[in-house]
């Protein structure tokens, strides 16, 4: 394994080899940030399209056509992050790698509006576009693969396995595109094949072939998808204040509860996230990574859908959409309750313990969920359903700077000694 004391400054070929997993200041790298950017806007266009469907009241479609789009966009990134944080060697053959990736994400980004459109139709599921996206995507990376194979010899048995068992499902996603099978059945393939592709990683290390991911840096690259997928919940908050404004010819007090509400929502998202000491846990307990890492897929299609949730408030304020506000308000509580359960139970699960203090943080930022769909069907506007919305959170961050912190502290050093 290698930690270069002094990077060189120039990108010329070099080997690939695994990475020291115990490098001391392992950061993002500029190149990973760049490629992160790609993401915004494949969330920002599935966002969009199912808050096209939610508006008008078709809720299982959105819902389906949204998960299995979050699915492709975040696995992709899950895969090509994991990698890149035991092998990225930063020379040009991992740059243009990673920019073949980017040309994939823009490639499934431009197939949603599609997507979307003929899973809400329910006769045939256009998706060639998109799996032509992934596909790019996921031949970047089988390339990547067989490079380790040859200049890693101690990981060339586990690289072969990610590169044979990947081209084998990308075979079967490739006929997907050809084959013209029936609504339903495309469907339950695109699931059978989510499910294979989850199974690649513990199968290729099967038998001790591990990669040497750094856990720190593995922590922070999840954390800054997090702030992108939050980033999504901004625009909702950009797109519900500009309606209110826009019907109203000026501001006023419903625009002013929108802006607090959803900025105050996004910062209490985030400040919740960020009280789970992922890479102190992750750096000793190394076999929780899967069930950790698969999670977060959860934790970042309930963001996203959150972002377009408050879409969809804004349209239902101006009178567009074709739903009340009891409905348009769950669309913002849902995703945030899904949040929350997705963060505790990844919390619960890292830790390996559970706590009563934190379990009672968690519902209690559900019952202050419960109480703004309860505010909203009496009678209170949806901007106030948004602000009690945003307290959810904010009950979890309380909590844990009062006294939940001292919780954790007394956990982290029991467990970690």
């Known amino acids: 394994m290698t930690t270069p004391a002094h ?28 490629f992160d950017l790609t993401f915004v806007v494949a969330f920002s266009q599935a966002g969009t399209q199912a808050a096209h469907l939610l508006e008008l ?26 990698l890149a944080s035991a092998y990225d060697n930063d020379d040009v053959y991992v740059r243009v790698a990673t920019m073949v990736q980017m040309v994939g994400v823009l490639v499934m980004a431009l197939g949603m509006p599609a997507f979307f459109q003929s899973v809400e139709g329910g006769v045939h599921v256009d998706n060639g576009v998109i799996i032509a996206g992934y596909v790019i995507m996921r031949l970047s990376t089988i390339a990547l693969w067989l ?19 990947l081209a084998i499902v990308q075979v079967a996603w490739i006929v997907l ?32 072939g591990k990669t040497p991911w750094h856990p720190h840096h593995i922590a922070e690259r999840y954390g800054l998808l997090v702030i992108i997928t939050l980033g999504e919940v901004v625009l909702g908050t950009i797109l519900a204040i500009s309606a209110v404004v826009e019907e109203a010819h000026e501001w006023s007090l419903d625009a002013g509860l929108v802006a607090l509400g959803g900025t105050m929502l996004a ?22 990574s899967y069930v950790w890492g698969y999670g977060h897929m959860i934790v970042f299609g309930s963001l996203a859908a959150t972002g377009a949730g408050l879409h969809v408030a804004a349209n239902a304020i101006v009178g567009e959409a074709h739903i009340d506000d009891v409905a348009a308000v769950l669309t913002v509580v849902v995703p945030v309750a899904i949040f929350l359960t997705a963060l505790f139970t990844l919390y619960t699960f890292l830790m390996g313990r559970f706590d009563t203090f ?33 307290l959810a959170p904010i009950v979890v961050v ?3 700077e009062t006294v939940g912190h001292r919780h954790q502290k007394a956990a982290l050093d029991e467990i970690l000694g």
């Open 358 to 390: 934190h379990i009672g943080l968690f519902l209690g930022s559900i019952a202050v969920l419960a109480l703004a769909v309860v505010a909203v069907s009496v009678g209170a506007s949806l901007p106030v359903g948004i602000v009690i919305t945003a």
């Open 177 to 208: 595109i050809i084959v013209n099978l029936p609504f339903a059945l495309t469907l339950w393939i695109w699931l059978f094949l989510g499910i294979c592709e989850m199974l690649v990683p513990p199968l290729a290390e099967r038998g001790g």
């Open 398 to 400: 309380v909590g844990y």
């Open 147 to 165: 490079r380790v194979a040859r200049h890693d010899p101690t990981a060339r048995r586990t690289a072969l396995r990610y590169a044979g068992y």
């Open 57 to 82: 009241g078709h809720f299982s479609s959105a819902i389906i056509a949204f998960s299995l789009a979050v699915f492709a966009i975040c696995w992709a990134w899950i895969n090509y992050t994991w």
């Open 7 to 34: 990077p060189p400054l120039d990108h010329r070929l070099r080997r690939m080899v695994g990475r020291d997993p115990s490098e001391q200041h392992r950061a993002s790298t500029p190149l990973e940030l760049l």
């Open 267 to 288: 910062f209490g998202l985030w400040w919740t996230y960020f009280t789970m000491p992922s890479g102190k846990l992750l750096a000793r307990f190394r076999d929780r």
